[in-house]
C-alpha cells in the first residue's frame, strides 16, 4: 500500500460514504489501484438472519472490490446505533482485532485502502471492563490504525464549530489531518450561512481544504468519478 486515509465526519450523516465513493471512482479513473473499508456498520438489513450492509455494499461496487463483505465491513450490526449500543443490545462483541486483520490484508493487496468510519470521532466503540471501564472510541480506531484522517463537513449553519472541534480531537491525540472535504449532502440552501461557510472554513482550518462535492442527483459510476475529478484536488490525495 502506498497511502491510506481514514474518512471521518463532524457527525453523523455528513456524508462520509458519498464522498468515500466520490474519491475511490476519482482514483480508479486515474489508474489506480484502490480498496475500500466500511470497518463497522450499524443499521445492517437483517435479510433472513444475514446482515447487509449498505454502506459497505455501495463502496464495494464503487471500488469494484472482488473481496467479500467481511473483509471489507468485519463489524455488522442490526441496530441503527452507536456499535457499543448495538453491541450491548445484540449481544455480540466487536472485534477490534478483526477490524485490523482485514485491514492489513486489503493494504497488501491495493495501492490506496479508503477506511470510512462510523458517525464522528467520540463515537464509542466498545467498553474495556478489565480497564477500568476505558471506552474506546472512533478516535482511537484511527490512531490504532495509523492512518491520516480526510474530514468530510457540511457547507451548512454550525458547521464552523463542529468542524473546528473534530480538528482539535485529533491534533489532542496526534492524528495527521490530510485535510478535509465540504460535503453538499443535500441541496443548496443557498442562505447566507451556506454561502459563506466554505470561505471561512479555508480561513480558520488549520488543513488544506480538498474540495467542494456539490449535491449528487445520479449516483452512477460515472457521475460521482467526473464530479470528484473536477471538484477535488486529486494530486494533494494521491500524494503521500
Known amino acids: 500500500m502506498k497511502t491510506g486515509y481514514f474518512i471521518t465526519g463532524t457527525d453523523t450523516g455528513v456524508g462520509k460514504t458519498i464522498v468515500a465513493a466520490a474519491i475511490l471512482r476519482s482514483f480508479i479513473k486515474k489508474g489506480l489501484k484502490?480498496?475500500?473499508?466500511?470497518?463497522?456498520?450499524?443499521?445492517?438489513?437483517?435479510?433472513?438472519?444475514?446482515?447487509?450492509?449498505?454502506?459497505?455494499?455501495?463502496?464495494?461496487?464503487?471500488?469494484?472490490?472482488?473481496?467479500?463483505?467481511?473483509?471489507?465491513?468485519?463489524?455488522?450490526?442490526?441496530?441503527?446505533?452507536?456499535?457499543?449500543?448495538?453491541?450491548?443490545?445484540?449481544?455480540?462483541?466487536?472485534?477490534?482485532?478483526?477490524?485490523?486483520?482485514?485491514?492489513?490484508?486489503?493494504?497488501?493487496?491495493?495501492?490506496?485502502?479508503?477506511?470510512?468510519?462510523?458517525?464522528?470521532?467520540?463515537?464509542?466503540?466498545t467498553k474495556e471492563e478489565k480497564k477500568k471501564s476505558t471506552f474506546y472510541f472512533v478516535r482511537d480506531l484511527i490512531k490504532d490504525l495509523g492512518l491520516s484522517v480526510i474530514i468530510v463537513t457540511r457547507p451548512t449553519l454550525g458547521t464552523i464549530n463542529h468542524t473546528l472541534l473534530t480538528l482539535e480531537a485529533l491534533k489532542s491525540k496526534k492524528i495527521p489531518v490530510k485535510g478535509f472535504i465540504i460535503n453538499f449532502s443535500e441541496p443548496a440552501k443557498k442562505d447566507i450561512a451556506e454561502k459563506t461557510n466554505s470561505q471561512v472554513l479555508k480561513e480558520l482550518v488549520d488543513a488544506p481544504c480538498l474540495g467542494v462535492l456539490p449535491y449528487l442527483t445520479e449516483l452512477s459510476k460515472d457521475k460521482i468519478g467526473e464530479t470528484a475529478l473536477k471538484n477535488f484536488n486529486i494530486e494533494a490525495l494521491i500524494s503521500q
Open 34 to 125: 484502490v480498496g475500500a473499508m466500511k470497518v463497522i456498520e450499524t443499521g445492517c438489513l437483517n435479510k433472513d438472519g444475514i446482515l447487509l450492509p449498505g454502506d459497505g455494499m455501495l463502496l464495494r461496487d464503487m471500488a469494484e472490490m472482488n473481496d467479500s463483505l467481511d473483509l471489507i465491513t468485519p463489524v455488522k450490526l442490526e441496530n441503527p446505533v452507536s456499535p457499543l449500543v448495538a453491541s450491548k443490545l445484540e449481544n455480540i462483541e466487536v472485534d477490534i482485532e478483526k477490524i485490523f486483520r482485514c485491514f492489513d490484508t486489503l493494504k497488501k493487496k491495493y495501492d490506496y485502502v479508503l477506511v470510512e468510519g462510523i458517525g464522528g470521532l467520540m463515537v464509542p466503540i
